[in-house]
T-cell receptor
Framework: NAGVTQTPKFQVLKTGQSMTLQCAQD?????MSWYRQDPGMGLRLIHY???????DQGEVPNGYNVSRSTTEDFPLRLLSAAPSQTSVYFCASRQGGYGYTFGSGTRLTVV | DAKTTQPPSMDCAEGRAANLPCNHS???????VYWYRQIHSQGPQYIIHGLKNNETNEMASLIITEDRKSSTLILPHATLRDTAVYYCIVRGTTDSWGKFQFGAGTQVVVTP
């Protein structure tokens, strides 16, 4: 099992550009989430999904879209990148009763 | 409203036990206490969780007070690799797994 795979690991965007952060898990987990982490701060929940076709907003959803067409994939789309979206993005999927398993992160810089 | 309160930072000597406190005075009967840690630049890692009994695994021990208003994560023999931010999270069995939220955590620095 690869666990939770995030791509790309690093990305630089210009203000106004759009892009999709990819997240895939091969553990057949029902729940998946996206978090962002700004320097020196904790993780903040962006969007989450409780199963294929079902998504909902977290604490900081503005400027991001998600979809969950399959159990395995949960992409995060930045609609029009802004410098305030410079952050490290973590995708996670639920590991049974133990809470979440996290990916290694995507480091995004918006200039 | 935050469900947990943790000290922002603490130091620990290598080889000694590290005792990390967490206050969750408003915890209700069906809420579990989870602990995660995040080593610099990596994704958070699950450590342990419990409801009311003390729990132990290969990484740590979790001690929950009888009134469940606080808990302590114990790293029995801290190593330099245990330097990380440790998060204490409370989650109820009826809460959506989707809304698994982290607070600020405790920055633990293990020194030689």
């Amino acid at each position: 099992n690869a666990g939770v795979t995030q791509t790309p690991k690093f990305q630089v965007l210009k203000t106004g550009q759009s892009m999709t952060l990819q997240c895939a898990q091969d553990m057949n987990h029902e729940y998946m989430s996206w978090y962002r982490q700004d320097p020196g701060m904790g993780l903040r929940l962006i969007h989450y999904s409780v199963g294929a076709g079902i998504t909902d907003q977290g604490e900081v959803p503005n400027g991001y879209n998600v979809s969950r067409s399959t159990t395995e994939d949960f992409p995060l789309r930045l609609l029009s990148a802004a410098p305030s979206q410079t952050s490290v993005y973590f995708c996670a999927s639920r590991q049974g009763g133990y809470g979440y398993t996290f990916g290694s992160g995507t480091r995004l810089t918006v200039v | 409203d935050a469900k947990t309160t943790q000290p922002p930072s603490m130091d620990c000597a290598e080889g000694r036990a590290a005792n990390l406190p967490c206050n969750h005075s408003t915890i209700s009967g069906n809420e579990y206490v989870y602990w995660y840690r995040q080593i610099h630049s990596q994704g958070p890692q699950y450590i342990i969780h419990g409801l009311k009994n003390n729990e132990t695994n290969e990484m740590a021990s979790l001690i929950i007070t009888e009134d469940r208003k606080s808990s302590t994560l114990i790293l029995p023999h801290a190593t330099l690799r245990d330097t990380a931010v440790y998060y204490c999270i409370v989650r109820g069995t009826t809460d959506s797994w989707g809304k698994f939220q982290f607070g600020a955590g405790t920055q633990v620095v293990v020194t030689p």
